[in-house]
């Protein structure tokens, strides 16, 4: 979950721990306001690996990345 000040264009990725981007959850223009989203990677993802992985959120000037652990 996010909360953002202004609208803009926010930008939601997965990556793994060698930078290589596993997917774009949001990459779209969103009004001010709260947003709250589930990772569900077996509905998106085939053959995503348990282990440590790392979400970017990115919405206009603001850039957040943050380690999350994928279990099975």
Known sequence: SWQSSVGSRQ???ISDVLGNEVA???N???DAG???LDFRPASSIKNLASGIYFY????GSFVETKKLIFLK
């Open 11 to 13: 930008t939601l990725k």
């Open 56 to 59: 970017s959120l990115q919405a």
């Open 28 to 30: 779209e223009y969103r």
């Open 24 to 26: 774009t959850l949001v």
């Open 34 to 36: 709260s947003y709250e």
